[in-house]
C-alpha cells in the first residue's frame, strides 16, 4: 500500500510538469518546465532525455526554482536535423542561448545542471558563454581540457583500443553500406578487427582551437559516484584530486564524491543529488 500511494504521489505531481515546444536556432525544441523563479537549465545525457530529471525538476521546482529541461538536438522530442555536420558542439550550445532568450529573456544569468553528455555541453556553455551561467552543478564527466597536439579519439585509442564505445562509434560513421546491419561475432562495421579506420573530412576537433588553455571562470560544484565508469577511467582521479581540475576550473568550488553510487547518480540518489542542488544554489 505504501508503495502504491507513494507511485499515486509521483504520478500527480509528474502531471504538474508542463510541456511545450519552442522555436530555437533553426529546430524545433520540447522541453519540459515546472516552477516560478530563478531559472535551472537541466541538460540531459546519452541516451537520455529531460525524463532523467524529473526528480529534480519537481523537487527543485518546489523549492522556489523554475526547472527547464530540454530534450536536445537530435533527442526526444525535439527536431533531429538529418545532416552529421549538425551536432557540433557550437549547435549544441547556440540552442541553448536561444532557449534562454526564449523562455528566460529576463534572467540575464541562469544555474545550470549537467550529468554525462550534458555535462560535457555545460562545460562548452560555461566555457563559450560564461556570461550567462550564474552557477554550474556538473555530474560524471569533469573538464577534458583541448590537447592542441593529438586528437580526442587518437587519445582514446591510444588509451583503450578500437573496441572502447566511443571509438566503435567512428566505425558507424563511416559505414556505408545500404543494406540491413548485421555484426557477426568478431567483425567491425565491414573493418577487419584491427584494421586502421580513416575517419571522415567533417569529423574533427580543429573548430574548438581558439579555447586551448582557457579556463571556465563560472563557480562550480562537481558530483561523480564512487562506481561510474567515469571517475575510474585512466587519470580521472588524479586530475580531480591532485589539481588539475581545479586549475582549468579556478572557481570549482566543492567535489563530491558519492559512495557506493554508479554513473546515473541523479535516478540512484535523486534525494541526496536535489539536497546538493539546492544547497549550492542557494549561495547565490
Not at 24 to 30: C, D, K, L, Q, R
Not at 61 to 78: E, F, H, K, N, W
Request: glycine residues 8%.
Amino acid at each position: 500500500m505504501v508503495k502504491h500511494s507513494q507511485s499515486q504521489s509521483t504520478e500527480r505531481e509528474m502531471e504538474g510538469i508542463e510541456h511545450r515546444t519552442v522555436n530555437v536556432n533553426g529546430i524545433n525544441m520540447h522541453i519540459a518546465e515546472k516552477g516560478q523563479g530563478p531559472v535551472i537549465l537541466f541538460i540531459h545525457g546519452f541516451p537520455e532525455l529531460w525524463y532523467s530529471w524529473r526528480h529534480q525538476i519537481i523537487a527543485l521546482a518546489s523549492q522556489g526554482y523554475r526547472a527547464v529541461a530540454p530534450d536536445l538536438r537530435g533527442y526526444g522530442d525535439t527536431d533531429a536535423p538529418p545532416s552529421i555536420t549538425s551536432y557540433t558542439c557550437f549547435h549544441v550550445v547556440g540552442d541553448l542561448i536561444a532557449l534562454l532568450d526564449a523562455v528566460a529573456p529576463d534572467q540575464d544569468k541562469v544555474f545550470v545542471v549537467g550529468h554525462d553528455w550534458g555535462a560535457l555541453i555545460a562545460w562548452y556553455l560555461c566555457l563559450f558563454r560564461p556570461d550567462r551561467v550564474k552557477a554550474l552543478v556538473n555530474m560524471s564527466v569533469v573538464l577534458s581540457p583541448r590537447n592542441p597536439k593529438r586528437k580526442p579519439l587518437d587519445s582514446l585509442t591510444a588509451i583503450y583500443g578500437n573496441a572502447y564505445y566511443m571509438c566503435r562509434f567512428q566505425e558507424f560513421l563511416t559505414y556505408r553500406n545500404p543494406g540491413p546491419l548485421f555484426l557477426p561475432k568478431g567483425e567491425g562495421f565491414g573493418h577487419p578487427p584491427g584494421a586502421p579506420i580513416v575517419l571522415p573530412s567533417w569529423l574533427n576537433w580543429e573548430l574548438t582551437a581558439p579555447w586551448t588553455g582557457a579556463q571556465i571562470k563560472v563557480p562550480v560544484k562537481f558530483i561523480v559516484g564512487d562506481l561510474d565508469l567515469t571517475y575510474n577511467s585512466i587519470g580521472t582521479k588524479d586530475y580531480i584530486h591532485k589539481g588539475g581540475f581545479k586549475r582549468d576550473v579556478p572557481l570549482l568550488e566543492e567535489v563530491i564524491v558519492l559512495e557506493d553510487v554508479g554513473h546515473f547518480l541523479h535516478e540512484e540518489k535523486p534525494d541526496e543529488i536535489n539536497t546538493h542542488i539546492y544547497d549550492y544554489f542557494q549561495k547565490f
